[in-house]
Each structure stands twice: as C-alpha cells, then as structure tokens.
C-alpha cells in the first residue's frame, strides 16, 4: 500500500494564497483548497480550526507580501523623486495593477484582523513612520494631515486602477504626486 502524503501547513498556506492570488478572497474555501492541494477537506481542517484562521494568515501574509513588494519597487526604481509619500504612492498603485486580489482583500476589504492602515503600510522598516519624519524635515508643519491629503489621492488611484478606470502611466502619476505633495505643503 502506498504511503498517504503528508499534507503540511506551509503547502496548504501556499496553495491558499496562490487561490487568493489567482481568484480573490471570495474563492478561496475549503472544497476549492483541497482541490488545488489535491486532497480531501480533512487536512485542511486537521491543521486549521477553521476557514477564519486561513483568512487570517492569508491576510497577514498579504501585509508581509506588500511590504515586500513596496521594497523591491524603491529598489528597483532608485529614479524616484526623494519627495514624501511618492514611492509609496507609486508602489502601492503598481501594486493594485499587478496585484488586483490582493490589493482588494487588503485594502477594500472590511475585516482587517485589528490591523490598522498605518501598521499595514508601516511594516517591520517603518516604511510609513520615515516618509512623516521626511516630510517633518522638508518644513511640513502637520506631515500626517499631508499623508492623509496625499493618500486620498494615492489609494484612490488604486481603486480605479483595479476598475480600469486609471489610464495615466507612471511618469504622469509621480508627477501628479509630487505636484500634490508641494502644493499640500505650501497650504499647511
């Protein structure tokens, strides 16, 4: 009789984030796992006490996965203007455009596994904490109210990206940045 295959976590936890990947949050459910894992339901449950907890860790590694991805795009493109909130701003719609499932699971979504905003975009670096010392240096008398002004644009931008609805390309949106970044300044 040949051995069963042990069916571990970490392949569940990537399968499911490959499914939340491929089809959104919404698909991601026990039948559709096993299906991709290619078992029954009963490991999965095994492992998980429940579809809550897969939720949970796909959200926290969406988190991670994001952070990551905001950190290869400021090395990747070391052409940016250092003016702050731009890279940001620009990662995190590429990201929307690259990664339309995540980007709706962890920034549309309504549960956010008492994760605030700032501790998302913030990370391990303190991505979101240097970009308001930066713009504290530049003169900005309140830097977190030019990060929410800055960011009402910038998570709208993802939004539409995800809808189809943003058409400019990324030179014009890091212009469009700066020039709001200046001109939020110059009114605080």
Not at 2 to 13: A, D, G, V, W
Not at 21 to 40: F, H, I, N, P, Y
Not at 134 to 143: I, L, T, V
Not at 171 to 183: F, P
Request: hydrophobic share 40%; aromatic share 12%; charged share 25%.
């Amino acid at each position: 009789m040949p051995r069963k295959t042990m069916i571990t976590k970490e392949m569940l936890s990537d399968s499911a984030f490959a499914l939340l990947q491929e089809e959104g949050v919404e698909e991601v459910t026990a039948r559709k796992l096993a299906a991709k894992q290619g078992c029954s339901t009963q490991p999965i449950f095994h492992v998980y006490n429940g579809m809550e907890d897969i939720i949970r860790e796909m959200f926290e590694r969406c988190v991670l996965y994001f952070q990551k991805y905001h950190a290869l795009y400021t090395q990747t493109h070391r052409s940016i203007p250092n003016v702050p909130f731009v890279a940001l701003g620009l990662s995190y719609i590429r990201f929307a455009a690259e990664e339309p499932n995540l980007f709706r699971f962890l920034f549309l979504g309504k549960d956010k596994f008492g994760m605030s905003l700032y501790e998302m975009l913030n990370g391990e670096n303190g991505v979101l904490s240097k970009e308001v010392a930066a713009a504290k240096a530049d003169g900005c008398a309140d830097p977190q109210m030019i990060f929410m002004s800055m960011w009402i644009f910038i998570h709208g931008a993802g939004c539409m990206t995800i809808t189809g609805d943003y058409d400019l390309d990324e030179k014009d949106t890091e212009e469009l940045l700066v020039n709001s970044y200046k001109a939020y300044k110059e009114l605080g």
